[in-house]
Every structure is written in structure tokens, then in C-alpha cells.
């Protein structure tokens, strides 16, 4: 039984050398973007979240303003 738990011990590192082996490999087929194209992408992104930020926003203001209108008309 305590062979059972070597051999197992064994292969669990072999396994784990094994998988970080593999990682560093597919690391390095990655194509990492340059810094210029990060910052570009990054105020991209600021962009559309703000002016979808505000579509809500100008969203939230209307139809609060028309159910606030139809509590007028009704109460």
C-alpha cells in the first residue's frame, strides 16, 4: 500500500511537470500585442462603456420621468 501511494506521488509530479512544460510551450506561441496597440484597445474600451454608460443613464432619466408622468395622470 505504501508503494501504491509513492508510485502515485511520482506520477503526480511527473504529471505536473509535464502540464507546466506544455503551458510554457503554448506561452510561447502567444503573439502579445504591442504597448501601442494595448493603449488603443484600452481607450476603446473607456469609450464604448462611457457612451453606453450614458445611453443608460438618458434611458433611466426617461423612463423614470414617464412612469412618474403616469402616476400623475392616474393617482
Do not use: H
Amino acid at each position: 500500500m505504501a508503494e501504491e501511494k509513492n508510485v502515485k506521488k511520482e506520477q503526480q509530479k511527473k504529471d505536473r511537470g509535464r502540464w507546466f512544460r506544455e503551458m510554457r510551450s503554448e506561452l510561447k506561441k502567444v503573439v502579445w500585442p504591442t504597448p501601442e496597440k494595448v493603449a488603443k484597445n484600452t481607450g476603446t474600451v473607456i469609450l464604448y462603456s462611457a457612451l453606453i454608460g450614458a445611453c443608460i443613464w438618458i434611458f433611466d432619466g426617461v423612463a423614470a420621468l414617464f412612469i412618474k408622468t403616469l402616476f400623475e395622470l392616474f393617482a
